[in-house]
């Protein structure tokens, strides 16, 4: 598969996860196995913003790009969860963190002393967001680990296992969080080749597809 194809099986995965938590609100069992089929998008998007780090001729250009669109789905964001502005923000802002975190981790420029206190920073900012640190530095990891999709693997089975203990939320969805490992086979097959389509729909759907479920979340709740 190429990138086009694995990056819209992560969307249509995140889309149903989005739709299973509007349905959460009747607490009944399905919803669950829609949380599950959507573990698989994380990963996915970490892995694509560390490709993305590796192929690009202008990381400042990419960097801003991910935070033009961090600040936009940040207002989607809070719309779908119905939150203030102030309290959370969405997964977009720590990936946008990671391309500033692998080009700070790659840099000859900077001592290792010096690369700690940005590195520090950004651990901090990315706290107050959708899967937290783990967006932060998984990016990262998988840069690291390159040269090995095994290692790659690891990384991501890892995360899974430490989702489960970060994440605030109710004993049973705590443990769907291991269902991220469903991604390693999917990227298993990702051929290194970017495919047909409009990199821009990527960008747009997420913010455009959360302001949707928001709205329909609340004329649901109203007809509750």
């Known amino acids: 598969m190429n990138a086009t194809e694995t990056k819209k099986i992560a969307i249509f995965a995140m889309t149903i996860d989005h739709i299973a938590w509007i349905f959460h609100l009747n607490n009944g069992p399905l919803p669950y196995f829609g949380h599950v089929f959507g573990r698989i998008t994380a990963p996915i998007m970490w892995f694509f913003v560390s490709e993305g780090c590796y192929y690009t001729k202008d990381w400042k250009g990419y960097f801003l790009r991910m935070l033009v669109f961090a600040i936009i789905s940040h207002f989607a964001y809070c719309c779908y969860e119905g939150i203030p502005l102030w309290y959370q923000t969405s997964v977009m802002w720590p990936l946008a963190l990671s391309v500033l975190l692998i080009n700070i981790c790659k840099s000859e420029k900077l001592p290792t002393l010096l690369k700690m206190l940005p590195v520090i920073l950004l651990v901090l900012c990315s706290i107050p967001s959708d899967w937290g640190v783990l967006a932060l530095i998984m990016p990262a990891i998988l840069y690291k680990c390159r040269h090995s999709f095994k290692l790659q ?51 747009i759907y997420y913010p455009l597809h959360l302001v949707v479920l928001g709205v329909y979340k609340r004329i649901l709740i109203s007809l509750i």
């Open 153 to 203: 693997a690891v990384a991501i089975i890892f995360s899974s296992i430490t989702a489960v203990f970060l994440t605030d939320a109710p004993f049973p969805y705590r443990i769907i969080q291991l269902f991220a490992v469903l991604s390693i086979p999917i990227l298993a097959n990702y051929n290194n080749e970017r495919g047909d389509g409009n990199k821009w729909f990527f960008y």
